[in-house]
């Protein structure tokens, strides 16, 4: 498969993203820098984390205007795989490509630590390697991460299945205290309505490999490649 | 020429986490008079136009798009002439006008400018580690 991580200035997750893609899952993957305006040949497109913009007027708000994004929101309209992971969710909501918008956590503090996340189902491209109600064990670092959208957007998401994260406690359980940020629903991450866009404020790519600790992460790259047809060849 | 003011508001129905701890760090002054604080943004825009009209289905969209987002935020957008307030711009031609009247400034300047050039390059060398260190402190801070 063939993978394009998109570079915004301030991005600072994109090598992480590549490593994994690349060194870890063999995958042909390739930067772009948000100025190009073609993804090349691209089957999946990564918004890496970061502090685009430095974070300036919302997280996402200028890079949403970035001259790749037309290219991005044509992929998507075209079925391809898009992944945006922290920063890069905060990117897809402000461009339109996913509902709601994530603003600042509800106790202020910036959350930099690894939390339960649970499952929801495996009936997707991004989980279909996991269980339903699966724990899994997910790094977050960020400020703004609280998921916020209308009461009407947040029934449709759950009706649809698009909610396919959810913050828990180790036991699956949902509760205020389990949640890190405040998100409505405890809400992680979300996919749009046709299911190949999803945007997710943990950060799988820091927990794809068991010498950092989790490879937990893992299994959303790999669930992506199986629904291509692609056998996950771990390059080792 | 005129000046376009925006205010952007956090929804009265979205949870504002900064307004809460405003409003919480007020009470805990001891002003108990303060119910809810909400903490939103003020931009201010310069225009090269000298009438609103026709700008502002531009500006509209800009606020719309860019300095707020319709899910979460509720924005305001006023315009009022941009008179010189500071009035620097119209001190400066006359500075330029004395200098003209008295080329005696010239050596004045040329004295000044070693002066200025050798602090410049000590606060610059002092400045620049101490931004590098603030952007090493940010990268740590990944997201």
Redesign the interface.
């Known amino acids: 498969m063939r993978w394009a991580v998109i570079q915004f200035p301030g991005s600072n997750c994109d090598q992480d993203v590549f490593h994994v893609l690349q060194n870890v899952l063999a995958q042909e993957t390739a930067y772009v820098w948000h100025k190009e305006a073609s993804l090349g040949a691209a089957d999946a497109i990564v918004l890496p984390g970061g502090f685009s913009y430095g974070d300036y007027l919302r997280c996402g708000a200028i890079a949403r205007f970035s001259p790749i994004m037309p290219a991005v929101k044509k992929a998507a309209a075209e079925g391809k795989t898009i992944l945006g992971i922290c920063n890069g969710f905060q990117i897809l909501c402000e461009a339109g490509l996913l509902p709601g918008v994530l603003i600042r956590n509800s106790g202020l503090h910036f959350r930099c630590e690894t939390v339960p996340v649970r499952v929801e189902h495996p009936a997707s491209r991004f989980t279909r390697d996991y269980l339903t109600g699966q724990v899994l064990r997910l790094p977050i670092a960020h400020g703004e991460g609280h998921y916020v959208a209308s009461e009407a957007t947040l029934e449709t998401l759950f009706q649809h299945r698009q909610v396919l994260f959810t913050y828990s406690d180790l036991q699956g359980r949902n509760s205020p205290g389990a949640n890190p940020n405040g998100s409505q629903r405890h809400i992680a991450g979300i996919t749009n309505r046709a299911g190949n866009v999803l945007g997710l404020m943990p950060h799988p790519e820091r927990a794809s490999e068991k010498i950092v600790g989790s490879d937990d992460g893992l299994g959303l790259f790999t669930s992506i490649l199986a629904s291509q047809g692609m056998a996950p060849v771990r390059a080792a | 020429m005129i000046r376009a003011q925006v205010i952007v508001r956090p929804r009265a129905s ?2 504002d ?2 307004g809460d ?1 405003v409003q919480r760090a007020i009470q805990h002054l001891g002003f108990s008079a303060i119910k809810q604080a909400h903490v939103g ?1 003020f931009i201010e825009l310069e225009l090269d136009a000298n009438d609103a009209s026709t700008v502002r289905a531009q500006l509209e969209s800009i606020c719309k798009d ?2 707020s ?1 319709p ?2 935020e509720d924005y305001a957008l006023t315009f009022e002439a941009s008179a010189p307030v500071l009035a620097k711009k119209p001190a400066k031609p006359s500075k330029s006008a004395k200098k003209n009247k008295t080329p005696a400034t010239k050596p004045k300047t040329a004295a000044f400018k070693p002066v200025k050039k050798a602090k410049a390059p000590k606060t610059g060398k002092a400045a620049k580690p101490r931004s590098a260190k603030i952007s090493r402190t ?2 740590a ?3």
């Open positions: 979205i949870f986490p900064q701890a943004k860019l300095l987002n899910v979460i940010k990268k801070r990944k997201k």
